[in-house]
């Protein structure tokens, strides 16, 4: 009988499938949410404005504010540059090769636009005002080859215009335009412009291909960067369109601080003929605003104070010329703002100790004499051969030895001067084995005189800088082998030479107090509470700062006490460059800096640098000479010392210095004697921490004499009974990895007992680990001069050379 319909649906949905419900949990699609969304909303999910619950049009509403909002944030730094009330565009012209003119392309920027105004400041820089383009340009000429002057002008450039000749161009790079390009890269490079000239005199065959050749070779520093021609006035036109147009990158260590290019600087007549001058400075003010009340730096100088803050009632270089004033009359000053007293910052940059702290009962007369009288204890006096050490004597049987008191030592020892016998040596014995080794260790050997040539190289030669690199590289090399192990002395019981020196059971986390035994140094300087905390206040005030010259303003400033050095020795090409320093920034403390010596500087240093080695850092904006302490680059609270500063390493230098708030980029140099300085690192600020430890380990090792299952007994590391029992509980470790510990002295001569959780191999050697904590030396010296230009041997006059050929 067949089924009804009703029954057959019935059956139907009964055998149909039935899957489980999906339950929206964190993850909803967008359509899910766009349906719960839709209606009333409750007031609870009104006022949590939850973000991850907004529909298509509002995520869509959303986006193109972020859009809006980013293009006015371009559009704002586009314009806050290079027109008739911003400063304008500071471009530095680098030259790369010594053959090219830095003044001739400014003559030629110059012809560019015949409707330009050109106006020169007395630090020679070239303004030049196009108005076709509403925009004002500011030319300032780098000596060629000067490293120093190339960062300084770089600080507060905007725009810096690298020159490049055609007229080698199968040759490459000059190695100082290397040295130039890389140290520019790692201090903070801004925008950028390359142009390449002279390609007139490369064949036209030719000329496309030495654009390719110097771009590859342009665009190993500058991938990004494209090369632009530099030979006509249209050129030129293009060079400036190019400029005004392109945009500007953004360096934090220059945007946070307010900066100045000194474009006039002369000294106030009432302080003239002294040694200390007050100088008026003039400028466009970018970065941020300045105050009175705040602190200038200059680099290589120091710090200063500002007595006031004058502005012109016109722009000096003005985009229009008809905005000149047409009555002839003199421009007066404006006082803008006076420095308080009250609320300017002190040059105060040291903590001055107080001696009387934590003073400390001084022991009195009866005291000292009874600590005297303990001191004098009783020895033993043996007659031994002269010339033998107290550890060559204690190999000698004392059964004859007499035991004498302190104050009948000396008259023994002038009995024991005066016996004749002790004075055994044959004078005969001697000469004979002196002239046998000398047999032995040298022969005969044909010698050819040498060239004028050879014999002039060897005239020239430093003997005395050879020797001292060579020690240098051999003490390295086995520093690199042998790292940190050192001999125990003979002469000085090791319990005197290593007091200073401490075991610890795991460097890791064994704990050591970063406040104990600290140098006199240490109560100079300043520390934070919480220097990230301090950091993000500072910052957080720049924002508000409303108070003195606005960015963009031609501005004058009165320093006070200046040394009168500083106004002699401006010369043509070294810009003068100042920083107004944010609040606390003039104060001492310890620096940790980060620094790496990349092997592929074919014109760096590639040999060791020692600890403690004078440098010339750049740190941010400020220059310095100091003696760093090296350590390794690790996480944790301890940091082992490095003697010697490896290529192809990345340590952590701690120097005094002021305090510098990061980021900031770190050049290292060595100051040659010829007055030149070679790179030989880059880095970064790593941190402002007197509390970072520096421990320095030494190693004494060990040899097995008898081995056993479980001990043996160990020679070699100790040469005494006392050192022993002074070091037992040091923890023992072995190369291959045992750990064991000292269990008692044997005899008198430096044997010990120790036992080992194995058995030990015949060839280990046995370490015993020592580590003492370093300091750096107080070496902070901020007056560094101009050094000489790199391009100095290649600028010669070719008759010279050739006489010096002849």
């Keep these: 009988m067949g089924l009804t319909k009703p029954q057959e649906r019935h059956r139907a949905s009964a055998l149909k499938q039935s899957n489980k419900v999906h339950k929206h949990g964190r993850h909803k699609s967008k359509g899910v949410i766009d349906n719960e969304t839709k209606g009333k909303v409750s007031v609870k999910s009104l006022t949590k404005r939850n973000k991850k619950n907004l529909g298509k049009d509002e995520r869509r509403h959303q986006a193109g504010q972020l859009r809006k909002k980013k293009r006015e944030e371009v559009l704002l730094k586009k314009r806050a540059l290079g027109g008739s009330k911003t400063a304008p565009f500071l471009v530095a012209v680098v030259a790369l090769s010594p053959e090219i003119s830095t003044a ?40 060629p080859g000067d490293v120093y002057a190339t960062l300084d002008a770089l600080k507060v450039a905007d725009t810096v215009l690298f020159l490049e000749t055609a007229r080698h161009w199968e040759e490459g790079l000059y190695p100082e335009a290397e040295l130039l390009l890389t140290t520019t890269m790692a201090q903070g490079l801004p925008t950028s412009v390359v142009a390449v000239m002279d390609l007139e005199t490369v064949p036209k065959k030719k000329q496309q291909d030495a654009k390719i050749s110097i771009q590859k070779e342009i665009g190993q520093y ?9 030979s006509s006035d249209s050129d030129s036109l293009l060079l ?42 003039s400028g466009y003010l970018r970065g941020q605003n300045l105050s009175a009340n705040q602190l200038v730096h200059i680099p290589g100088w120091g710090n200063f104070q500002i007595q006031q803050i004058e502005t012109p009632s016109l722009d000096p270089h003005p985009l229009d010329v008809r905005k000149r004033s047409d009555d002839g009359m003199e421009e007066d000053n404006k006082v803008l703002e006076v420095a308080d007293p ?8 040291e903590n001055i100790p107080d001696p009387m702290d934590a003073e400390q009962t001084w022991p009195t007369e009866e005291e000292i004499a009874e600590a005297e009288a303990e001191r004098k204890t009783r020895k033993i006096i043996k007659k031994v051969p002269k010339g033998f050490s107290d550890y060559q004597a204690a190999w000698i049987p004392d059964c004859d030895a007499e035991e004498v008191s302190g104050d009948d030592e000396e008259s023994d020892y002038d009995d024991e001067m005066e016996d004749p016998e002790l004075d055994a040596m044959s004078v005969a014995d001697s000469n004979q084995s002196e002239n046998d080794e000398d047999e032995e260790e040298f022969d005969t050997v044909t010698v050819t005189e040498g060239a004028p040539d050879a014999e002039r190289y060897d005239a020239e030669m430093d003997m005395h800088e050879e020797l001292e690199t060579l020690k240098k590289l051999k003490d390295a090399k086995t520093d690199a082998q042998f790292p940190d192990e050192i001999d125990t002395p003979h002469d000085m019981p090791a319990r005197v030479r290593f007091q200073k020196y401490r075991g610890l059971q795991s460097f890791r986390t064994s704990p050591w107090d970063p406040k104990e035994n600290l140098p006199s140094d240490y109560a100079r300087i300043f520390q ?64 940790n800096l980060v620094l790496k010596r990349p092997a592929q500087m074919s014109f760096g240093l590639q040999t060791p640098i020692k600890s403690k080695e004078q440098l010339v850092f750049q740190c941010g904006f400020r220059r310095f000479k100091a003696n760093p302490v090296f350590s390794q680059h ?26 510098t708030f990061p980021p900031a980029s770190v050049l290292a140099f060595i100051e040659r004697k010829d007055g030149t300085q070679q790179l030989v690192a880059t880095g970064s600020l790593l941190s402002v921490n007197p509390d970072r430890i520096v421990a320095k380990r030494v190693v004494l090792s060990g040899h097995p004499f008898k081995v056993n299952k479980r001990s043996a007994v160990i020679r070699f590391m100790f040469f005494n009974r006392e050192d022993i029992t002074w070091f037992k509980p040091v923890e023992l470790r072995t190369k291959f990895g045992r750990r064991g510990h000292i269990k008692e002295p044997l005899g008198t001569h430096g044997h010990m007992k120790c036992v080992f959780d194995g058995q030990l191999k015949s060839q280990d050697t046995v370490m015993l680990h020592l580590y003492k904590r370093v300091f750096p030396k107080w070496t902070y010296d901020p007056y560094v001069t101009a050094p000489d230009p790199l391009f100095k041997a290649a600028l010669r006059p070719i008759e010279e050379e050739d006489e010096e050929m002849s």
């Design 104 to 143: 001739e392309v400014l003559e030629m920027l110059q012809r560019a636009d015949p409707d330009a105004i050109v106006t020169n400041s007395p630090n020679k820089v070239v303004h030049i005002s196009v108005p076709r383009f509403k925009q004002r340009f500011s030319f300032l000429e780098v000596a």
């Design 222 to 230: 500058l991938p990004e960067e494209k090369v632009s021609t530099l």
């Design 240 to 281: 400036l369109r190019r400029i005004g147009s392109q945009k500007q990158k953004s360096l934090i260590q220059r945007d946070r601080r307010p900066h100045l290019m000194v474009e006039e600087i002369q000294a106030l007549p009432e302080t003239e003929g002294t040694e200390f001058v007050n100088l008026r400075v």
């Design 342 to 349: 009250m609320k300017q910052e002190s040059l105060e940059s």
């Design 528 to 591: 934070f509470e919480n220097f990230d905390r301090t950091r993000k206040r500072v910052l957080d005030q720049l924002k508000d700062n409303c108070s003195g010259a606005m960015p963009g303003w031609y501005i004058t400033l009165v320093i006070t006490n200046a040394p009168r050095e500083m106004l002699e020795n401006q010369k043509p090409g070294v810009p003068l460059v100042l920083f107004g320093l944010l609040p606390h920034e003039q104060k001492m403390s310890v620096l």
């Design 634 to 659: 690790t996480n944790g609270s301890k940091h082992k010392f490095e003697r010697y500063f490896q290529p192809d390493a990345v340590v952590v230098a701690t120097v005094f210095a002021p305090i």
